[in-house]
């Protein structure tokens, strides 16, 4: 999923918001577009670790993985188009 939004990112440094959460406070994380489960080998390492109520995921493309982050991060989002929807 996330290894094509390199040539898309503009500062591969920075991390973006993805459209996606936990489900309550349960293992499972989900897309919020598609409703589909995330694959567990898109997390980096020991993430999801829940480090403060993180309910959120964003993508660290330097790391090639995603992370569980509060909602109190400022970060850019990272959003998608299918027609004349644009998904976030
Ligand atoms: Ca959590
Ligand atoms: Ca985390």
């Not at 999923?1 to 309550?24: A, C, E, H």
């Not at 493309?61 to 299918?82: H, M, R």
């Amino acid at each position: 999923m996330y290894t094509n939004v390199f040539g898309i990112i503009p500062d591969t440094t920075k991390s973006v918001w993805l459209g996606g959460r936990q489900v309550g406070e349960s293992d499972d994380w989900l897309w919020d577009m598609s409703g589909q489960i995330v694959d567990p080998n898109l997390w980096y390492q020991s993430e999801p670790n829940d480090q403060g109520r993180e309910d959120h995921i964003c993508l660290k493309p330097a790391k090639n993985g995603l992370y569980d982050v509060n909602e109190g991060w400022q970060l850019i989002f990272l959003c998608e188009t299918s027609g004349e929807n644009l998904l976030c």
